[in-house]
């Protein structure tokens, strides 16, 4: 049967986690705001307005719609500089192998992303060819947990959602999958990702077997 496999990009594709942490810990620390890897955890799939409404939510900081966009600009520049040294060797373990074994089994594969910056990364790495559809944030007004982004991806790929499967490494990820009607796969911490219908710590840990069993059901 040909499902639709959307990945999510940022924790399950490429780790650019590591790059938005630096960006809006230099942000949060020039307005004289803390900023830890825990605090950080908490912006993954969360938008870029949204993750600075949050950073000064932590502050108790407000500041003018001016400062609010220019910070975001520097922000995206500072985090762009990271983004255009990347290159292949930064896809996380198996994620290449995989998209090719479900390319060859007749996949319809999408991306489902909330960054502005997808296009760019998949570029980068050189995944751009390997999608049918790509969603990203240029795409979508809803923010995940809402599902707008996933069932844009099922509607571009021209399969039904409950025959499309997501990966995603953020709790709101996984919620979105699930109000989506798809089949949630948690890529990261079992604890952290309890909502997903399976959780593997990533790729490597996931056989061709169970790819089957998701594409035959
Ligand atoms: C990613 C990241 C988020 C980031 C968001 C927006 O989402 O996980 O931390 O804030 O995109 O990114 P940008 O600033 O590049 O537009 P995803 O959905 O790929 O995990
Ligand atoms: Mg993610």
Redesign the pocket.
């Known amino acids: 049967k040909r499902k639709g496999f959307i990945f999510?990009?940022?924790?399950v594709i490429v780790d650019?986690?590591k790059y938005?942490f630096l960006a809006w810990r230099n942000l949060a620390n020039s307005l004289g705001i803390d900023f830890t890897e825990e605090e950080n955890e908490q912006?993954?799939?969360?938008?870029?307005v949204r993750?600075l409404e949050k950073i000064l939510d932590w502050g108790n900081k407000s500041i003018s719609q001016e400062e609010f966009d220019r910070l975001m600009a520097h922000k995206?520049e500072e985090?762009l500089a990271h983004v255009d040294r990347m290159d292949e060797d930064e896809l996380l373990p198996k994620v290449a192998e995989t998209l090719e074994y479900l390319k060859e089994q007749n996949q319809a594969i999408a991306l489902g992303?909330?960054?502005?910056?997808?296009r760019r990364i998949l570029e980068k790495v050189d995944l751009t060819d390997q999608f049918d559809a790509i969603v990203d944030?240029t795409d979508v007004s809803k923010a995940?947990p809402d599902p707008e982004v996933f069932l844009i991806g099922a509607k571009a790929l021209d399969i039904k959602p409950e025959d499309c499967i997501v990966f995603e490494?953020?709790v709101a990820?996984v919620q979105a999958a699930n109000i989506a009607g798809m089949v949630s796969i948690g890529i990261g911490d079992k604890y952290v990702l309890h909502e997903a219908d399976h959780i593997f710590r990533d790729f490597t840990e996931l056989s061709k077997d169970f790819l089957q069993e998701l594409i035959r059901k």
């Open positions: 999510d990009l940022d924790g650019t986690a938005h912006l993954k799939g969360v938008s870029r993750s995206n985090y992303s909330a960054s502005k910056n997808a944030g995940k490494d953020s990820g």
